[in-house]
């Protein structure tokens, strides 16, 4: 597909979603073009209900940039089937308009062969990201060797990345595993080649672990982020007891402006992947059967879309 073709497939997108059918770069120096649009994958997990070439489709009529493509256990692609089925979901999903160039993984060690699979095929294809699994403190050791075990296996993964040309994230993610505290993430990012592996950064979980001190993970880490997540969430009383509910962009305890402005300070402008966690008839939990229409699905992607747009551009 042409880039004109492409550009008026998106351009109409735009102006609706009414039809209920169906490229990331580096992080750069943002200067004077700091209230452009924002690049906004799909995460194509909430997409797991339509073959390759409808999630391209839908992904570009809405105007997003393109798919953040499921590699892993349940996911979009089998990681066993990564040598014949990659290939095919790239090219189906481009053929369809849109484009992918990050992938989620459960990459976590070059001694596992499918690991090392996923990579090599991902480098093929052209992914230029992909997102690797959580890491879990082991009980046999204490914290600090645990850290130090999984910074060493970063750094070999690192070395298989630029035999691959493509970058591997470390994602934060609030909880138990390694990476609830950011600075658990620069930990295992410290001996690994910056250019080949770097922070996927979730500023969610950020806050939901953080609270207000959310700004100084950004901070630390603004040198290592190579991709960020965007969803939303707020604590509320379930059952009398306080618990995580996730909701659409704006309408939880994100702070998203300040964040904006935080990244547009430090000049970064990261390729986005786009989650929505919360009630989507089973989509948000990456269901191949959902129990609502489609379009109810498609009109929360285009929301949400349309928010992240507008919030980055008013930061």
Known sequence: MNLNRRTFIKNTALASVAAPVASCYLPKNISDQSNDAIDVHIFSKHLQFLNYKETGQITAELGFAGVDLTVRPKGHVLPERVQTDLAVAIKDIAGSGSSCEMITTAISDINNPMDVDVITEAGKSGIK???????SYMEEISLEE??????????????????????????????????????EVKKILESANPKYFGAQYD??????????????????????IKTIVLKDFMWGEVDGEWKIINVPIGDGMVDFKKYFKLLKSYGLKPPVSLHLEYP????????????????????????????????????
């Open 129 to 135: 990201y992909y997102r690797s699994n959580w890491f």
């Open 146 to 183: 645990s850290l130090e075990h999984y910074r060493k296996k970063v750094n070999q993964l690192g070395k298989l990345n630029e035999e691959n040309n493509i970058i591997g994230c470390y994602q934060n993610h609030s909880g138990t595993k390694v990476g609830a505290s950011v600075w």
């Open 203 to 224: 500023i969610r979980h950020a806050v939901a672990e953080g609270g207000k001190s959310w700004p100084n993970g950004v901070k630390l880490l603004k040198d290592k």
């Open 280 to 315: 989507l008839g089973g989509a948000e939990k990456g269901r191949f059967e959902i129990s609502v229409d489609k379009s109810v699905v498609y009109k929360a992607m285009k929301k949400d879309l349309t928010k992240v747009q507008q919030l980055w551009k008013e930061s």
